[in-house]
């Protein structure tokens, strides 16, 4: 068609959302285009820049919160925005992936925000917690999928970062269930698309669906959560978000504002897909034209085949296929502190488990759960306690829950089970340590 335009999605990861988007951009007859590492670049030459593919708009799809160095991330997407029309801007994005400037950037509007506290001092920050009473919720600014998020007592002590990210207090917005939840609200270009709400899985309070969370569809959204989604989505400046709310005894409160947030959890509940939303603002934002009847056609559907444009799957990144030792230096940090280790590999283990003194000098915790550990002396297992940790191995961090024990008696005071070495390859010939010692 004379009249069809080229979109562009922004995604350096083999991501189901992206093929989604550029699905529907081709099933609205126009053309979509993913733009990756094996074929992005742009050319300054004589003072005019050349972007190859060359797309009429682009859709900025980059995941910032997984990764070490989210500044780089950002100044592609900005380079990128200075050449052609990108829907999610940096500047916006950068607002809200980072969860305490999501909330100063909201707090002359309508919505309403948990008090919180962010302090770069220890003792400052500590002071202020009693004002949030016996409990108070503790987060890095910067995390994702529940990640690097607490709960934790009056009387624990933290600090301001939590490995080399900032952290904050914020308050505990009671529920009125005894099954935590909270509304996951998705907002396309000013409207609701899709809404869902989201529970806690047994022996937690986050609701995350990464995190094992259970989620159903919401057919009659309160009015006024609505317009809290709306407004916040509007105040930080994004064109499509996943919109966090919680309901307390004064209402709804906002938790955050999701730039890259997920489809699959809320087409599951709902039905309902989000792309060919994001496909037609991002056609129209080029002057493109789109019939409505078929958008809601094809939001019937979650179309994450690959996209027809596409001729082969993008190519792993290198940190896909990363290399460990069999043990290995290794970060860990909890509420009140970070350490370096050396870390053993466990593929049998399917859980990381933390030595006692470490998890407290860290402040690892709460506990949150018991695991039942098997062991080769006892046939029916032992329970030991659960803990969050944040866990730095070669480059990327990863929270998980890690069984506690006492490994005074070993060698090494952490264990990386699968929930960890699933993301790596070990090579069992290498070791940090330089120790051949076979322990365990």
Not at 25 to 43: K, P, S
Not at 324 to 333: A, F, K, P, R
Request: aromatic letters at 4%; charged letters at 25%.
């Amino acid at each position: 068609m004379d009249d069809s335009v080229s979109v562009g999605v922004l995604s350096l990861h083999n991501s189901k959302e992206t093929k989604a988007i550029l699905n529907a951009v081709e099933a609205l007859g126009h053309t979509g285009v993913w733009l990756r590492e094996d074929n992005l670049c742009v050319d300054i030459e004589d003072g005019t820049a050349t972007l190859d593919p060359n797309v009429d708009v682009i859709a900025n799809r980059l995941l910032l919160s997984n990764t070490e160095q989210p500044a780089e991330l950002l100044g592609l997407a900005l380079s990128l925005s200075n050449l052609r029309p990108m829907l999610n801007r940096p500047r916006n994005v950068l607002t809200a992936f980072h969860k305490f400037a999501t909330a100063t950037s909201l707090v002359d509007s309508a919505v309403r925000l948990p008090d919180a506290t962010l302090a770069l001092d220890p003792d400052r920050l500590n002071g202020e917690k009693p004002k949030y009473g016996d409990e108070v919720v503790y987060k890095t600014a910067i995390g994702t999928h529940g990640g690097g998020t607490w709960k934790i007592s009056a009387d624990e002590q933290v600090n301001p970062r939590v490995g080399d990210r900032y952290a904050f207090l914020q308050e505990l917005v009671e529920r009125d269930s005894d099954q935590p939840r909270d509304l996951r609200v998705y907002v396309v270009d000013g409207e609701v698309v899709g809404t869902m709400r989201r529970y806690a899985p047994e022996n937690d309070w986050r609701t995350n669906v990464a995190l094992g969370g259970s989620v159903e569809g919401v057919d009659d959204l309160p009015t006024a959560a609505r317009e809290m989604a709306l407004v916040a989505a509007d105040k930080v400046g994004l064109d499509y978000a996943g919109v966090d709310l919680v309901e307390g005894e004064e209402g709804w409160h906002l938790l955050e504002v999701n730039p890259t947030a997920g489809f699959k959890g809320l087409f599951e509940a709902t039905g309902v897909s989000p792309a060919p939303a994001i496909a037609k603002l991002a056609i129209e934002t080029a002057g493109g034209e789109v019939d409505d009847d078929q958008v809601t056609e094809l939001a019937a559907v979650l179309d994450d085949s690959q996209p027809s444009t596409v001729a082969t799957e993008p190519e792993r990144q290198v940190k896909d296929v990363t290399t460990i030792g069999y043990t290995e230096d290794v970060l860990v940090s909890g509420t009140s502190g970070t350490e370096r280790v050396v870390a053993k590999s466990d593929t049998g283990a399917s859980r990381t488990s933390i030595d006692t003194r470490l998890a407290a000098e860290i402040g690892a915790g709460p506990i949150k759960s018991m695991t039942k550990i098997r062991s080769g002396s006892v046939k029916s297992g032992k329970s030991r306690p659960v803990v969050d940790i944040v866990v730095g191995v070669g480059g990327d961090r990863h929270t998980v829950a890690a069984s506690l024990e006492d490994r005074g008696h070993m060698d090494y005071p952490l264990l990386l089970g699968r929930d960890i070495l699933q993301h790596y390859q070990i090579d069992v010939q290498r070791r940090s340590d330089g120790d051949d010692s076979n322990e365990e």
